[in-house]
């Protein structure tokens, strides 16, 4: 089945930045639903950006200003880009979208799936 793939994390220092990327390892129909998610540690998993079906993002008031997440559907990718970063977002970053496919069988497929995670650390 198709599984998300996510790239780009890794170590920052303060005010810099890194840019996340998703896709689903295989070939798609469609895009729907997507969203970036963060857990820091010992915290519950938090919303950072989701895109909508009209391209509008709607962020976490933390993030504003500095994230932007976007998508290129041409080539079945969604990013995350993060500038002027800060210790408070380290975390694992989490992709999440809700694709269709065709599957071996020539079956349509609606499915979610969330990438494997991502680490992003900003020491302090």
Known sequence: ??????????????????RLSCAPSGSIE???AMAWYRQAPGKQ????????SDDRVNYADSV?????????NANNTMYL???DLEPEDTAVYYCYLEFSFFDQENLWNRVTRWGQ????????
Do not use: H, W
Request: no cysteine; hydrophobic share 35%; charged share 15%.
């Open 1 to 18: 089945q198709e599984q998300l793939v996510e790239s780009g994390g890794g170590l920052v220092q303060p005010g810099g930045s890194l």
């Open 30 to 32: 469609n895009m729907y």
């Open 64 to 72: 504003k200003g500095r994230f932007t997440a976007f998508r290129d």
């Open 45 to 52: 998993r938090e919303l950072v950006a989701n895109i909508q």
């Open 117 to 124: 995670g991502t680490q992003v650390t900003v020491p302090s």
């Open 81 to 83: 880009q993060m500038n």
